[in-house]
């Protein structure tokens, strides 16, 4: 059998594939109606930062630290490989701080600790954002994609992709506890603005890298409209979380992090 | 959307400004704006709903939550892209979380993209073609079948698609493209012996 009889076998056997029969508008319309009528009012809680718990920050705390660790084997890898055309890209050493004393004397250290520590991981965004735009004007001015801009490319995406995690692990815990703040609006705006960048770099000649920054856009885009609005409602939550969790962007990232930790012997 | 389903009256001068007037309303609780909103696209979803499900009641459960849903963040539709988009991305988020849930209900423990394994045994037990297609639209990755329902079965348009999966189009007619061709592989591998 040819491909346009298997064609044609295929377009007919789909037109009557789960065909659905009468609809019960008017039944479904009363459960809906049923359904609105009984349903609790949920107050939308704003900022709690006073109630914020102390612990959830360590996990933002443990992405920093695979941060500092992409950073040093990035800063290697381009120490070794990139000639001095190419800059290497910025890391700023961090220290995650202990977070789980949560006792009332040392909350405001704590908090101030945490907001620093956000604080370098925009950094850390901002220098990845500057440099991706170096590399996309110096790519203007020349033809082709020599290799050594294609390293550092590459090196710029595993920088943000970390950043990124780290990101969402931050919005994923404040999330759950319905807390938001700016800097963490700020931050994802940062990293969807150098997400969007890199899609239209040289980067995505990767296929793979490709479609993990496009994944990457769609959660980032989810959780600035999340952060934005701020209304902590739980459905769009489980919208950004099933993005997440359907696209597998954690596993990816982390994939990505491990192979990169493979190849630099670390 | 472009089918019946989102046909406006002749008086509306634009679809969208339909939708933010028809939004408007029933942020002012306007009840006929409600029942207006829900009867401009509860065929289509349904339809949709139930090409996912396979099951009336799955169906109907879904449309109900869509719309449940639906009328609870409509204050967060901003108009960029049409009601119907939107409440399509709903809708398909609420069908394949429904399905999850329904699979493990069911006490199933394999993966959907371990599905195609169980296919491959139903269809040497099956001998209509036309079952066996079906059984492998059914064991479409979740990726893949929202897409291959939608444009092949639905008439849904890439880019109407793409906006209810949140995808790229391309992303959209790459899937397709990938679902055919499991489709074309599972229907050949029967087709050769049936037609012949």
Known sequence: MNDDRIDELLAQGARDYNEPGPIPRDEMWARIQASRRAAPVVPVRHDARSSRPIWMWSSVGIAAALILAAGITIGRRVERATPTSVAPVAVTPIVAQPTRDSAPATRATTVANRDSLIGKLREQTNNTNRRARELANAQDRTTGAPAETNLAYHLVVLQHLAGSEAMITAFRTAARRGEMDAQLATWSRELLSTTRMLESSAATQDPTMKRLLEDLDLVISQIVQYVTHGTNNSEDLDLIEQSITTRGVITKLRGTASARNSAAGT | ?196
């Open chain 2, 1 to 196: 959307m472009t089918d019946a389903a989102d046909a406006q009256p002749n008086s509306q001068p634009h679809p969208r400004l339909f939708d933010r007037q028809l939004v408007a309303r029933c942020l002012a609780q306007d009840a006929l704006a409600e029942r207006a909103l829900y009867d401009a696209h509860v065929d289509r979803i349904y339809r949709l709903m139930y090409r996912m499900g396979g099951d009336a009641d799955l169906a109907a459960d879904f449309t109900q939550e869509t719309f449940i849903r639906a009328f609870e963040r409509l204050e967060q539709f901003r108009g960029d892209s049409s009601l119907a988009t939107w409440l399509h991305t709903i809708a398909v988020s609420v069908a394949l979380n429904g399905m999850r849930k329904v699979k493990r209900t069911q006490g199933r423990t394999e993966t959907i993209d371990d599905v195609p394994s169980l296919a491959a045994e139903a269809f040497r037990f099956t001998g209509d073609l036309k079952a066996r297609l079906h059984a492998a639209i059914d064991a479409l990755s979740e990726k893949l079948r929202p897409v291959f329902v939608m444009h092949d079965v639905e008439g849904y348009t890439h880019e109407e698609i793409a906006g209810s999966l949140g995808i790229p189009v391309g992303t959209s007619k790459a899937r397709l493209f990938d679902a055919r061709a499991k489709l074309r592989i599972a229907l050949a591998a029967f087709a050769g012996d049936h037609i012949a």
